[in-house]
T-cell receptor, first 120, second 116 residues
Framework: AQSVAQPEDQVNVAEGNPLTVKCTYS??????LFWYVQYPNRGLQFLLK??????LVKGSYGFEAEFNKSQTSFHLKKPSALVSDSALYFC??????????????????FGKGTKLSVKP | ETGVTQSPTHLIKTRGQQVTLRCSSQ?????VSWYQQALGQGPQFIFQ???????GRGNFPPRFSGLQFPNYSSELNVNALELDDSALYLC???????????????FGPGTRLTVT
């Protein structure tokens, strides 16, 4: 069964410091991996994705993520954190298997989320 | 380009009642997925609709049902509401997987349902 683990409930970082939000995954085949951010009382906002190719993926707002197949990880990173980055971050995975009508490949499996707090 | 919209924003219902939530997909997107996000949890997949048919379902009972209309908008219906149905319900639109760029889903702001 597919699953996503975000081992940290909360990450605290000082503004200007680098940040890392961790994610590990489990899928039967090759994964499609995503990061989303959720601000209070808002829906999820797409940040970046890994489908294939370069293991370092760059996304919105200066975020990037590194895909590591051997460690089954997809950690989210940013070189210099901003107070406005404070939010809830979700990692998600989708199986890259051939799409079939009625199958489960269309849905995303989410982690439980990591709250990022950036202090001035 | 119009983003995903959902209505209503908030809703309070009592146990046993029925509720209908609505979603308009992003312009050009033909697939709608619904998720339930309980407090402090990640979103859980309910079902997906493509070409007006259910196209995959998560571990939710049949009292959760949906519709998709020719303009790709969608409804989520929940019958016989239970207290545990209290959650944020998220709608996401996308292109059908397999097309170039058809991988990410774009989410609406959600409907906060409270069951008392």
């Amino acid at each position: 069964a597919q699953s996503v683990a975000q081992p940290e409930d909360q990450v605290n970082v000082a503004e200007g410091n680098p940040l890392t939000v961790k994610c590990t995954y489990s899928v039967s085949g090759n994964p499609y991996l995503f990061w989303y951010v959720q601000y209070p009382n808002r829906g999820l906002q797409f940040l970046l994705k890994y489908i294939t190719g370069d293991n370092l993926v760059k996304g919105s707002y200066g975020f990037e993520a590194e895909f590591n197949k051997s460690q089954t990880s997809f950690h989210l990173k940013k070189p210099s954190a901003l107070v406005s980055d404070s939010a809830l971050y979700f990692c998600a995975v989708r199986d890259s298997g051939a799409y079939t009508r009625g199958g489960s490949q269309g849905n995303l499996i989410f982690g439980k989320g990591t709250k990022l707090s950036v202090k001035p | 380009e119009t983003g995903v919209t959902q209505s209503p924003t908030h809703l309070i219902k009592t146990r046993g009642q029925q509720v209908t939530l609505r979603c308009s997909s992003q312009s050009g997107h033909n697939t709608v997925s619904w998720y339930q996000q309980a407090l402090g949890q990640g979103p859980q997949f309910i079902f997906q609709y493509y070409r007006e048919e259910e196209n995959g379902r998560g571990n939710f009972p049949p009292r959760f049902s949906g519709l998709q209309f020719p303009n790709y908008s969608s409804e989520l219906n929940v019958n016989a509401l239970e207290l545990d149905d209290s959650a944020l319900y998220l709608c996401a639109s996308s292109l059908i997987p397999g097309l170039a760029g058809a991988y990410e889903q774009y989410f609406g702001p959600g409907t906060r349902l409270t069951v008392t």
